[in-house]
């Protein structure tokens, strides 16, 4: 991927908000985008195609996306998918976060786990021979109409713990309810991630079930904690964590000032 220039288009400039609270979601992707620039990163939105072809071309520290994100085999439409990719002040791709809708007004997400259609637009071609999904994530069976799943998250590892994970996830997870109304915000946490940092709180997500088990994939196996939130926990977290960045200013302008 070529070196791209710092964007200088606002995230907010196509967005419309006439849902949720408005005030709030505009505050926090502001606040969100300044953030990230803070830390060095300049956030532009783009599409699955860049995004595959950053994570191509970054192998070495970053498996491949999941087929969700991948608009050929996930058969994803253009307009139901979007990446927010990270760049560096010389323009080399340094992060990554992505969204996508599933329009799943007469099913659930358990079915569209277990059919495999979470994950491949055609199973039946893309499938790979015996692989399965088994749901036992009971939260799964009650998640159904406008759906966002997000995932494809990467920091370069010279930008890693910096606070850019709490930050891009979020983003993503407002950006995607101004833009689609989603009626639930979903992903996924590793069985491995969530044992290495036992935490009840995933920048955001506090309601957790477990599991499903994907196996036999070209990935190898998985096992997943199931992780969702409703709009208005949504907009609660995004509050929260406005008024805990507000919080922080106040001190330092205290500490400066005394």
């Known amino acids: 991927m070529q070196p791209q220039p710092l964007s200088s288009v606002n995230l907010l400039s196509n967005l419309e908000f ?103 637009g055609e199973p039946d071609r893309w499938k790979a021979a ?42 993503a997870r407002a950006y995607a309810y101004a833009r689609w109304r989603s009626d639930f915000t979903t992903g996924f946490v590793t069985e491995a991630l969530f044992k290495a940092r036992n935490s009840s709180n995933w920048n955001g997500f506090t309601n957790i079930d477990w599991a499903l088990d994907w196996t036999g994939s070209t990935r190898g196996d998985a096992r997943f904690a199931f992780v969702w939130m409703r709009p208005d926990q949504l907009q609660d977290d995004l509050s929260g964590y406005l008024a805990r960045a507000a919080a922080k200013v106040d001190a330092v302008i205290e500490k400066r000032t005394a």
């Not at 939105?45 to 950053?54: C, H, P, S, Y």
């Not at 088994?134 to 799943?149: E, I, K, M, Q, Y």
Request: net charge neutral; proline share 2%.
């Open 18 to 120: 006439d849902h949720g609270d408005g005030g709030l979601l505009r505050a926090f992707i502001a606040n969100a985008e300044q953030q990230a620039l803070a830390r060095g990163v300049s956030l532009t939105v783009a599409g699955f195609d860049t995004l595959k072809r950053l994570n191509e071309e970054n192998r070495k520290t970053w498996a491949p996306v999941l087929s969700i994100f991948d608009q050929e085999r996930g058969g994803v439409a253009p307009e139901d998918g979007l990446a927010f990719i990270g760049y560096d002040s010389s323009g080399r791709g340094v992060t990554s976060i992505a969204a996508r809708l599933f329009h799943w007004s007469d099913t659930t997400f358990e079915e569209g786990a277990r059919s495999l259609k979470l994950f491949y």
């Open 130 to 171: 015996g692989e399965t999904c088994a749901v036992t994530a009971r939260a799964t069976r009650l998640v159904s109409g406008r759906v966002v799943f997000v995932g494809a998250g990467w920091f370069h590892p010279e930008f890693r713990g910096l606070g850019l994970s709490g930050i891009l996830s979020r983003l």
